[in-house]
């Protein structure tokens, strides 16, 4: 029954390390099998029924031992009412002797027959007696190691449900884990659709320069340029696309052919921010390349592409 119990408590270690190394791991890692996990679960409902298994044999042979001590108890009480018996029956003769001399020596032979008689089943008791100590020793021994295996099956049982309901929380949070991935990823996937079919609509010139001119309508700079306008009038406005490839768009503004700026307007969607800042400005068109314009400040003083 050692043996057996060593075995099941390095049977028992084994998980308990498998679950350390497991709860070691980051996050990051790859994310185990869900069948793998069932499969453990199973493992492990096995491993509970054997301990349940186990646990009834032993309770049954602590029944047996009982029921064996209650039949040695019973055993000697009739041995006791047997000595009793030749007891009184040694009296009854030692009474007979003196009233029947004639027949003392055959009394004496039958008196000193069953004296011995009598001293061996007072043996026969003595020694049921230790046999009795012996057994009830035994049992107290065998019980109490009964005990401790119960015990210790209902310690391995209670780390293994532990165990269990520690593998099943896994479980449902890794299934949650790749729920959130997968939405993640579906998220990513139409962000990338989205980036990409916004590239290949910049990819157009004109439509590149369209989306800078928005992206300027709808910027803070678009407010500094409307309130210069509201002091020197309405401004020629030219539009371009600047060098590179994914140029930005050069908006310039030119009042009374004095005074001009420069914006700049990136619609590219991996741009950081300020995607619309002023690039120069100045009060002189001197050294200036000063080109015709191709864009106006339309109504709700809105950049509008065309004259």
């Given at each position: ?29 790859e994310i185990p099998d869900p069948e793998e ?271």
């Amino acid at each position: 029954m050692e043996g057996q119990d060593g075995q099941e408590t390095g049977g028992e270690q084994r998980p308990e390390g498998e679950e350390a190394s497991g709860t070691a791991e980051p996050v990051s890692e790859e994310i185990p099998d869900p069948e793998e996990l069932m499969a453990r679960l199973g493992i492990k409902d096995n491993r509970i029924r054997e301990l349940y298994e186990e646990i009834t044999a032993s309770r049954l042979a602590a029944d047996e031992a009982r029921a064996a001590r209650a039949a040695g108890e019973e055993r000697i009480e009739s041995l006791e009412r047997e000595r009793d018996g030749l007891k009184n029956r040694i009296r009854d003769l030692e009474e007979e002797t003196r009233d029947r001399r004639r027949r003392r020596e055959g009394s004496a032979h039958q008196i000193a027959r069953l004296e011995r008689e009598l001293e061996r089943k007072e043996g026969e008791i003595s020694h049921r007696n230790y046999l009795l100590e012996r057994r009830e020793e035994q049992m107290d021994a065998d019980n109490q190691r009964a005990e401790e295996l119960a015990s210790r099956k209902d310690l391995a049982l209670q780390d293994a449900l532990r165990h269990v309901d520690g593998l099943e929380r896994d479980l449902e949070e890794r299934e949650n884990e790749i729920s959130n991935l997968q939405t993640t990823i579906e998220v990513l996937r139409e962000e990338l659709q989205s980036e990409r079919e916004m590239r290949g609509r910049l990819a157009d010139p004109a439509n590149r320069l369209r989306a800078g001119i928005d992206l300027f309508n709808e910027s803070e700079q678009r407010k500094s340029m409307n309130a210069l306008s509201r002091t020197m009038g309405q401004p020629q406005v030219h539009v371009e696309l600047d060098e590179g490839d994914e140029p930005p768009v050069l908006l310039t503004f030119t009042w009374q052919g004095v005074t001009w700026q420069t914006y700049v307007s990136d619609p590219g969607p991996a741009v950081e921010e300020p995607r619309v800042y002023l690039k120069r400005a100045g009060e002189d068109l001197s050294g200036v390349n000063s080109k015709p314009p191709n864009a106006r400040v339309g109504p709700g003083d809105r950049v509008v592409l065309g004259l």
